[in-house]
């Protein structure tokens, strides 16, 4: 399963970006799809997740004003993120658990990570 992630850029405190994340490969499910981000010199944290029954979970510290969706058909995943602060700058990546299947049928279960994209948040 191939994650293909799009949408960072430079925007100013109390702007918005949206995130978008495609999942792509040869018979596979998907279950949770989250964002996570890592800051210059911090550890990569969990921002939102979302299973494929439309259960969340967000960082405390985006709460209110980060949004995750996910179009089930498309195996697609967004980050809507608002009120941006200039502490929500770091390289964002997606991340898909995913079941696929081989050609003689056995399942194989994984963790999938796009590759990163930067988020910039000027004060």
């Known amino acids: 399963v191939q994650l293909q992630a799009s949408g960072g850029g430079l925007v100013q405190a109390g702007g918005s970006l949206r995130l978008t994340c495609a999942a792509s490969g040869r018979r596979f499910s998907i279950n949770t799809m989250g964002w996570h981000r890592q800051a210059p010199g911090k550890q990569r944290e969990l921002v939102a997740a979302i299973t494929s029954g439309g259960s969340t979970n967000y960082a405390d510290s985006v709460k209110g004003r980060f949004t995750i969706s996910r179009d089930n058909a ?30 003689e049928g056995t399942p194989i279960a994984a963790r999938n990570w796009g590759q990163g994209t930067q988020v910039t948040v000027s004060s």
């Not at 195996?75 to 200039?86: A, D, F, G, I, R």
């Open 74 to 103: 498309k195996n697609t995943v967004y980050l809507q993120m608002n009120s941006l602060k200039p502490e929500d700058t770091a390289v964002y990546y997606c991340e898909a658990d995913s079941l696929s299947w081989t050609d």
